[in-house]
């Protein structure tokens, strides 16, 4: 596709509750990100891959967090054993080139996961 | 500490005149981008302005221009001639070359144009 593509766009989740997250990348773009966007806030990192590789996972909340991306190109979230503070956009970008500062970031639309 | 720090959570301005969004940004870096992002109400994020931080000309596009001040560390939007469809959040954001990789973002502000 032309852009970054994220589904499902909506998803509700009851509490305990296990999610996967689905992005799909621009073709042939090395570097994936993940954030977390709370409402009324900035996005916030959570994990970077580039190609398969999964180079940073610093900003991963806690261990129900877990993002994989096994053959470099789309890649999956999921969330195990959701809690009502996970509510929140979730944003997938991804970029060409490998983190030099001028590389433009594509973003998808989002996943708005909301744990009732 | 707070890496991006954008002071006005909300801004007003008439259709057709022009509007600075702040941004301040603290790195001890050398080498780095800022960027600025739109995000209308249907939640993606527009890309809408790039500065390297070895750029000595503003950056420029369309009717986005960035106020770069080095010393100062601030990297304000312009926003000439503004349109009712300017509005959104926007958002400023900073990636260095060293560390980490993804964009550091703002807490963002939020854009009303009025007819």
């Known amino acids: 596709g032309a852009g970054v593509s994220q589904s499902p766009r909506y998803k509700v989740a009851k509490r305990g509750q296990d999610v996967a997250l689905r992005c799909d990348p621009i073709?042939?773009?090395?570097?994936l990100f993940w954030y977390q966007q709370a409402l009324g806030q900035g996005p916030e990192f959570l994990t970077y891959?580039?190609?398969?590789?999964?180079?940073?996972k610093s900003g991963l909340p806690s261990d129900r967090f877990f993002a994989e991306r096994p053959e470099g190109s789309v890649s999956t979230l999921k969330i195990q054993r959701t809690q009502q503070e996970d509510s929140a956009v979730y944003l997938c970008?991804?970029?060409?080139?490998?983190?030099?500062?001028?590389?433009?970031?594509?973003f998808g639309q989002g996943t708005r996961l909301t744990v009732v | 500490a707070q890496k991006i720090t954008q002071t006005q959570p909300g801004m007003f301005v008439q259709e057709k005149e022009a509007v600075t969004l702040d941004c301040t940004y603290d790195?001890?870096?050398?080498?780095?981008?800022l960027f600025w992002y739109k995000q209308p109400s249907s939640g993606e994020m527009i890309f809408l302005i790039y500065?390297?931080?070895?750029?000595?000309q503003n950056a420029t596009e369309g009717r986005y221009s960035l106020n770069f001040q080095k010393a100062r560390k601030s990297a304000n939007l312009v926003i000439s001639a503004s349109q009712l469809g300017d509005s959104a959040m926007y958002f400023c954001?900073?990636?260095?070359?060293?560390?980490?990789?993804?964009?550091?973002f703002g807490s963002g502000t939020r854009l009303q144009v009025q007819p």
């Open positions: 073709s042939g773009h090395v570097s």
């Open positions: 891959f580039q190609n398969e590789a999964q180079l940073d």
């Open positions: 790195t001890s870096d050398q080498s780095y981008g």
């Open positions: 500065q390297g931080s070895y750029d000595e």
């Open positions: 970008a991804s970029s060409l080139g490998t983190g030099a500062s001028n590389t433009e970031a594509f």
């Open positions: 954001a900073m990636r260095e070359d060293t560390g980490r990789r993804a964009l550091t």
